[in-house]
Every structure is written in structure tokens, then in C-alpha cells.
């Protein structure tokens, strides 16, 4: 059966575009590879912009402003006037839908100031933002009767005879059946690739770029890959996030001699960088919110005070938080238009794998979210005119083509695992918050190496059922063709902008 619009992923974007595709009158699908109510977006935590002015004065040009500030020149304007001016109208809408966003005493909906914000724009749902966002995406996705199929990995794109895309090869995890799923379009919503640095970033262990590796296989074209925020605040040992809001609400960045030593509301980028510098120095970093007092922590920053508890075993509110920054959100992605369609026709893409570029070099805290719901919604809607004015050309793909994913035993040498970590710990060191061009291209090689042992590793667990080994086998290819897609673009771009940071030569 040949649906209109097959959508890969089911966190905020993809559950955004489904039901916009279905109000537009296509028959939509979505597939994703976990569970859809535990995908990444449920993680996020400060909040969602809009100058709505409920808690100061603000406006949606001071909005597009610190957007493009943050930028560092590489966004485009176009794309970023129309997320700011949507923006207000993007919260309406997930408030009318039922996402229970924190009040203010008369009832508006509460924001808080979150970095290179000129006001406080983020508007919140204590801080389980994205939770409240995601799982009320999903109830809505049920009541309108939108399939959902979990634990279905995606392979491949397929192509039709003219070049269009015309759905996806997918392995059904339950049984580790190969299916062909066919539609008129397909949206890829398939998330970042913070997980390239392994245990050194903030993000779900899906985040592996999967969709965004699929698509560049097939001949889609990438764009600013080499731009990975580094979020300053993640737990010491365990790169759990401890939000923006923390700071946002007052907490101050300690360092071991008890002196602040940045703007904590700076950019991410320059709060990271400031970091980084006294942990060459020698100095442990410290998140301080002792000050904002047991009452206020427990009401507006509860999930923060749990996690410091479970993962660090402290409690913010008598202890200092220790902090580093880690690979938190990937500005690079899939090209995509201003009508989100990418670079091969029946494509399109949103959320953080695509590139609207609308976060350029840095993104803004809160303005990812922002994305998901004006760019999903924008991915959902132009899917649909597509494919229901799309001819319904045969989308054939021969089971031969099944056989590269067929499980062989044998090829074990080298333990893959091992190689991802160690990967992600060199691409914290060489391909992190202060780049050199010596470490780039010495990152570069390594992958490059590596590649070419990649018929020395394979999977010791042979059974087709709920096979976990052979999916982190598939993710860790993915990972590799991401990793050195993001290091050659960083060895092409000479001067520092924004997240891309080069040591400066004295
Ligand atoms: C800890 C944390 C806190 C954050 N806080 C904020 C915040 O306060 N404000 C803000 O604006 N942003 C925040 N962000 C960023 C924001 O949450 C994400 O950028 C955004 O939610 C991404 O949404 P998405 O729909 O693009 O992708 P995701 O939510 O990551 O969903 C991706 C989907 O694709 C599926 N998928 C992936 N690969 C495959 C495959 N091979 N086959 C099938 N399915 C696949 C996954 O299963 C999942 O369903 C935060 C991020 C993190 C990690």
C-alpha cells in the first residue's frame, strides 16, 4: 500500500508535520526507531521563544535580532523573519492543543530569559518543556488517528525511475524483517548528531544522524556541518543537562576559587569557550544556585534538582553543581528550501536534522523548539501538496538489494563499541570547543582508518529478534560517514565563526 506521505521520526518535527500533513488532506505514516513518546525532544527542558512580552517588554524584531546576532552571519534572514513572526502564533497554537505551560499570577503564559536573549522570550512548562510538548504532540497525533509505527529502523530512501523518492527500506526491530514502505513523499524528522561524541554530549543515544547519513548516501546535499553547540552546563560526570534556565532564573558559573568569571548569559558559544579556558587553567566549574532558595528551585526548576541528585549525587539547593561543557545540538544538517524540500524531489526534511538555516553558526536556547513546530508544521503542509499532486509512478526496489543488510557472522576483530568511544573522545579533543587544523585533519585520518578496518567489526549476536547489537552497528556506520563529513567541513572553513572555533596562532 502506498501512502501519501511516509514521515521518518516522531519527536516534536516529525509529530509537528504529520499532523499538518493529515489536516492538509494526505494519508500520513510515521515510523520512528524507538518509542515516539521517548524521543529526544521530550528532553528539553528551558523552554520555547516567542516574544509574547508577558514577563518584560520584548518584540518579534528583537527576537530576529539575537537570533541573527547569534548566527555569526550565517543564517538567512528570510528564513529567520518568518520563525520569530510565527513564533507567537506557534505557542497559541501548542497552549490551544492542551501543553500545560507554566502561568504567570494573571494567567499569561510565564517566560524566563535564556542566553543571547534580550528579554525573557522562553515560554515553559516548569522545566519539562519539551515532555509537555511531545507527549501532547502524540496524544494529539492518536485522537486524529495518525498510524504511528515504533521500532521500525530506517535503512535507506528509495527512488522511483525518475529520481523522486517514493519511500524507505526499514528493518522492523521486533522481528528483523527488511520491509519497503512506499509513498508520494517522504519528511525525513529524524534528529541531530551530538552522539558522534559519544558519552561526551547531552543527547539521547539515538541521536546518531542516521536520517541525515541516509540521505547523503542517496545524493542529498548537506550544508554547515562542522557547527556543533557546545552546551556549557551538563553534569560533570555523566553530560546530563543542567538547563539554561538554571542561569537564566540567576545561577551564577563558579570556578574552583569561588570567582564568576563570564557573562553566564552570554551565547552558548562564549560561555562554553569561557569554560573551556579555566579548565585548561587547572579550574573545576561550578553551576551555583544556592541562592535562588529550596522553594523557588523546587517550583521552577524541579527536573534540575532531580537530576543533580540522581547523577551527581548532590542537591543544588546546599551544594555547588559540578558542570562542563558537551556536545549538545548540530546546526549542520540536510539543505533544505524555504518550502523545506531538500535537494532530491519527494524529500523534504525538519527538525534538527534539516538545515532552515535559521540557527547559522549558533543556535539560541529555545529557538529549536521554536523549529520543530514552524518548520514541521511547513515540512507537513508542502508534503502533502506535493504528493497529492504527485503521479503514482511505481516505486520498485529488488530483493537482491535486501541482502548488504543480512547479518554475518564472523567479522568480529574489532570491537565497535570500543571504536565509538573512542571516537567520541577524539572528536571532544580535536574536532571540540577550540579547533586547530593539525587536530582536524589528525581526526580526519583516523576516521578514514578506521573506515577502512570496518570489515574487521561486525555484530557477535546473530538472532534476528530485538538484535540491539546489530542496530548499534548500523548507527555506528552512520556515526563514521557523519564524522567525516563534520571534520572535512571543518578543515575546509580557515576562520572561526561562531561554534567553530580556531585557536588563534600567536
Ligand atoms: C537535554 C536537552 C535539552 C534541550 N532543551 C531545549 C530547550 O529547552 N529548548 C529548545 O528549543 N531546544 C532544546 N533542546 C533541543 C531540542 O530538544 C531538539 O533539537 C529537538 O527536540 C529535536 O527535535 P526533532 O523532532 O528534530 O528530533 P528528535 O526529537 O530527536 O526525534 C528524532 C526522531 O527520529 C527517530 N529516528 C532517528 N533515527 C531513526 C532511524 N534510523 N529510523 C527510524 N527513526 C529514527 C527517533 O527515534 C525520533 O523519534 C534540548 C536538547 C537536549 C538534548
Redo the contacts with the bound molecule.
Sequence with gaps: MQTDVLI????????VAALNAKESGASVLV????Y?T????????????AALGNAGKDSVEAHIKNTLKSAHGLANEEAVRLMCCEAPNAVKWLDSIGVCFSRTKDAKIAQRT?GGASAPR?C?AQDY??LKI?HTLYDRCMSEGIEILSE????ELIKNEDGCVCGAK?LDIRSGEIQNYESRAVIL????Y?RIYDKNS???T???G??IA?AARIGASLVDMEFVQF?PTALKNSS??I???ARGEGGYLLNSKGERFTNELAPRDEVSRAINEEILKGEDIFLDIRHLGEEFIEEGLPQERKLAKLYENIDPVHDLIPIRPVA??TMGGIEVDKNSATTLKGLFA????ANHRVHGANRL????????VVF?KQAGVNAAKYALGAENTECFQAESENEKYQLESGKNEIDFYEVREHIGNLFYKNVGIVRKKSELQEALNEIIDIKSKLHLMGVSDNSKVYNSNFIEF??FQ?ILEICENVVSSALKRDESCGAHYMEKLS
Design positions: 521518518i521520526g516522531a519527536g516534536g518535527a516529525g509529530l515510523i520512528t526507531k524507538e515516539p521517548r524521543s529526544q525532544t521530550c528532553m528539553a527542558q528551558g523552554g520555547i521563544n535564556l522562553a515553559y518543556t519539551g511531545l521500525k529502523y530506517l535503512l526499514v524528522a529524524t534528529g541531530g551530538s547531552t543527547n539521547s539515538a541521536s546518531t542516521d536520517g541516509v552546551h546530563i543537562l538547563s539554561e534556565s549538545h545540538y525538519a527538525g534538527e536534522c536556547g529555545g529557538n529549536s523548539l521554536l523549529e520543530i514541521g548500523l548507527e552512520n
